[in-house]
């Protein structure tokens, strides 16, 4: 039979394991701004930064499969609300909500493998103070906030990070704001053991922007970044 001190220790064992992984991952970092939301990372191969719906944005750091799973079924349940509903009905808090349930279970069920993953949703709005960001984490939970969001593997630099990331201008250019982010996400994953040049070998810049104004049919669209 297993104990209720049994389950705690195997909670916190999953819990150890998967901040092991997802210190390894390369960060999401996402700001507002006057024109929209801009996000960047850095990656391999594999993209990183996706639109799930209209107006919608979702990245994660974590196992490549795990970030997958978790985006197909963002997107499946948008289109799936927006169809039942309608494309107003289709917010960041029902998505978040709606995927909540499902990764809470994984972690917390010893018969499956929990998703090692930690992820980050985004909803541009019509004024940059009303825009959200949604943080999911590996067990279920979620926290809001504004003006900026996050997904980064070493919990110890959220606070850091965060702090730069508010200081990038509401007025600045999408392309300012991408090099802001890039400079805080060069900083956030230097370590004083393996040179910055080591780390970032074989990644390539990614940026996207979550275009405030509805006059182009698609408001994703990917930014150069030099």
């Known amino acids: 039979m297993i104990t209720p001190y049994d389950w705690q220790e195997g909670i916190g064992n999953r819990a150890q394991y998967i901040e092991g992984k997802l210190k390894l991952g390369s960060p999401v970092l996402a700001?507002?701004?006057e024109a929209g939301i801009v996000a960047f990372t850095m990656r391999r191969q594999t993209r990183k930064i996706f639109e799930v719906y209209d107006r919608l944005l979702f990245s994660a750091v974590g196992q490549q499969s795990d970030v997958e799973a978790i985006?197909?079924?963002?997107v499946e349940f948008a289109h799936q609300e927006g169809y039942n509903r309608s494309e107003q009905d289709v917010t960041i808090q029902r998505v978040v909500t709606a995927l909540s349930a499902s990764v809470k279970k994984a972690f917390s069920d010893f018969s499956t493998a929990p998703l090692v993953a930690r992820s980050l949703?985004?909803?541009?709005?019509?004024?940059?103070?009303?825009?959200?960001?949604?943080?999911?984490?590996?067990?279920?939970?979620?926290?809001?906030?504004n003006r900026f969001g996050l997904a980064i593997g070493n919990r110890e630099l959220t606070e850091t990070v965060s702090a730069e990331i508010e200081k990038i201008p509401l007025e600045s250019t999408p392309e300012e704001a991408v090099q802001n982010l890039k400079s805080i996400w060069r900083q956030a994953i230097s370590t004083e053991d393996e040179p910055l040049d080591d780390l970032i070998k074989d990644l390539v810049p990614e940026a996207m922007l979550l275009e405030r104004s509805n006059a182009r049919e698609d408001r994703f669209r990917l930014?150069?970044?030099?």
């Open 31 to 33: 700001v507002s701004i």
């Open 71 to 74: 985006r197909s079924a963002a």
């Open 121 to 145: 949703f985004a909803e541009v709005a019509e004024h940059p103070d009303k825009d959200l960001f949604y943080d999911l984490d590996y067990d279920g939970d979620y926290s809001i906030s």
């Open 223 to 226: 930014l150069t970044v030099s």
